[in-house]
């Protein structure tokens, strides 16, 4: 299964737009380092990198909300 490398935009509404794709994890996540230092300067958005079976997939999974994980001293 690949990795996908996406930007994810949270405004003005949640958006995925898949910017390419690896099939070795380390090219990947250099990669993924790499676009987060040059995008951050020029677009507002996020850069992230997903592992599934296809696009469809990891589209899917980028666009479900999570719940943040709890912090310490939450009960």
Partial sequence: MPYYI???FEFPMKRVEKIEQHDIYKHGAD???TL???LALTEQCN???IFAENELQAEELLMQYREPAPE???D
Avoid: T
Wanted: overall charge positive; cysteine-free; hydrophobic content about 25%.
């Fill in 72 to 74: 310490l001293g939450d």
């Fill in 47 to 49: 850069v992230k990198m």
């Fill in 31 to 33: 990669r993924s380092k």
């Fill in 6 to 8: 996406y930007k994810v």
């Fill in 36 to 38: 987060r230092k040059e």
